[in-house]
């Protein structure tokens, strides 16, 4: 699916109350979604299409609870490299990526290089993490673990609002 990359895609307001709607049940039959949002179902369907092909929709997921599947260990990590040259980084991506346990990573400005969230089963499934991926990686400075206490706000949801004008 082609990405909209950092292009504002000209949006509407029925293509943000349908992107709403999916948001909240991406399951909604189109005649449903088309009746919320004041349309037929074929130009309910066509706005879908294009949004899609748009890069606009990336997607359609099933939301998992990790507590029902024993995932109840959230820790987020920061990783500093020893060097950021481009081989460097390209590594590092390449490494991680396949790490199933780390649901994001996130190049960051700031006092380290990467930012990770990590769900596991608990402490000894976080070490094998730790120390037979992350620690042995050899462009890995330095990490530090910050364990998840409580998740007070968590949402994949977007703001689908018309972005707000700069003041002048």
């Known amino acids: 699916m082609p990405e909209s990359g950092n292009t504002l895609v000209n949006l509407d307001q029925t293509d943000r109350a349908i992107l709403a709607a999916l948001q909240e049940n991406a399951r909604l039959p189109v005649v449903e979604l088309a009746r919320r949002v004041n349309l037929s179902p074929t130009p309910c369907t066509l706005r879908i299409r294009r949004m899609e092909q748009e890069g606009v929709i990336t997607g359609y997921h099933a939301r998992l609870s990790p507590l029902a599947l024993g995932h109840t260990l959230m820790v987020f990590v920061t990783v500093s490299l020893k060097s950021t040259?481009?081989?460097?980084?390209?590594?590092?991506?390449?490494?991680?990526?396949?790490?199933?346990?780390?649901?994001?990573?996130?190049?960051?400005?700031?006092?380290?290089?990467?930012?990770?969230?990590?769900?596991?089963s608990g402490m000894g499934e976080y070490r094998d993490i730790l120390g037979g991926v992350l620690g042995a990686l050899p462009m890995v400075e330095s990490t530090h673990s910050y364990f998840v206490m409580e998740e007070v706000k968590e949402s994949p949801f977007l703001n689908v609002s018309r972005p707000k004008e700069p003041r002048a």
């Open 85 to 120: 040259d481009e081989k460097t980084l390209r590594a590092f991506n390449a490494a991680v990526k396949p790490v199933k346990q780390i649901l994001e990573c996130h190049m960051v400005g700031g006092g380290f290089d990467y930012l990770l969230k990590i769900r596991v």
